[in-house]
C-alpha cells in the first residue's frame, strides 16, 4: 500500500485538504488551491534541490618539461618575499613582480611541471603602463608617487599559475518570489503581492573555472582580473615565457578543489538566477548541484604587475594582460584633499561676500 502523502501549502505552510467539489486541495488559511500534479511535482522538485549537491574531479596528471624545453629557462628567486619563479635565461635584472623588491637571484632552473595551456600576453608593457596611468587619474586627490612614470614603468609581466575546472552540472534549485501589482480607482489605490514558489531544474557546462596555484597571488585580485577570453588559449611552448616571468604553482590541484566547488556552484546558481525573470524578491530557497566529468588542466595567465610604497605601506596592482582590466586600491594624499577643501571653502566664502555686497549696493541705490 502507498504512503499517504500530506501536503502542506507553498504560500503559508498551513495544510491543504482535498475539495471533492473542486477536484483540487485547498488551504483553508490562505484560501489558495493546487491540482494534486503540481503539487506532486512541487515535492519532487523540493526533493531534488533539497538533496546533498555533489563534486568529484578527475585527478591532475602532471607533465614534465623536456630537456630541450629548459635549456633556455633560469629560476629566480626573490630573498624578500621568497618568490621562486621562471623566466628567460637571458632576462638582465628584473623586479620581483610580488613585493617590488629589485633583487632577484639567478639560479639554474630545476624540475617544474609542464602547463597545458597557455593565454599569451596580449598588452605590451607600454600598453599595460598607459592603461594604469590613465586609471589612476581617474581617482581624486592621488599621491604624486603615483603619478612618478619610474615607478610606474617598474611593471613586471608574469604568468600566474592557475587551475581550469571544467565539468557538467546538473542542478536543481527552488526559489521563493513575489509579483507586485496595483490599480487605483476613484477612491482608492490598491496593491496586491502574489507569491510563487518557482523550480528550476536542467544542465550547464562550464570549460574553465579558473582558480589560481599560487600563495603570493591575491586570491581577490586574481578573481578580479577575470574573464580571461580562453578562445585565445595555446598550447604551452616555451617561447611564450621569453621577456617574461613565470610563477611556479605552489597550491596543488588537490588544495584547490574546495574553491573551485564553491566557484562551480555559485556560477551554476548565478546562471540559473538569470531564468527567474519577471518576478520581485526573488530568493534562493534550496538548491542541489552535481556535476560529471571533472577535469582540471594546468594553465599560465598573464598578468602585468605593479608596487608602489607610499607612506610604508606597498600598494599592489594588476593589469590583465589580455583584456587590460585593471585592479588594486589606491590611496589618497590627506594633504592635497584638506587644500582642496579649504580653498574651495575661500572661494566659496568671497564669491558669497562679492554677493552680499552687490546686494548691499543696490538697496543703497
Known sequence: MEDIKNYKCPCCGAPLFFSEAEGNLKCDSCGNHFSPETMEQLSDAEHGSGSESRYSWDSFEPREFDEAETENLASYTCPSCGADITGDSTMGSTV???CGNATIVKGKFEGSLRPDFIIPFKIDKKRAVEIFEADALKRPFLPKEFKDRKKITEMTGIYVPFWAFGCCCDASITYNAALVSAWADSEYNYEKTDFFRL???G???FNHIPVDGSRKADDSYMDALEPFDYSEAVNFNTAYLSGFLSDKYDVSAEESVERANL???KSTEDV???TATGYMG???LSSSVSFSDGKIRY???P???LNIKYKDTVYKYAVNGQTGKVVGEYPTDRGKKNRYFVLSSLISGAAAAVAAALIAGLIMI
Open 299 to 301: 594553465a599560465l595567465l
Open 199 to 201: 523550480y528550476r531544474s
Open 203 to 205: 544542465s550547464v557546462t
Open 96 to 98: 620581483c613582480p610580488y
Open 263 to 265: 566557484r562551480v556552484k
Open 272 to 274: 540559473f538566477a538569470r
Open 282 to 284: 526573488v530568493t534562493p
Open 303 to 305: 598578468v602585468w604587475m
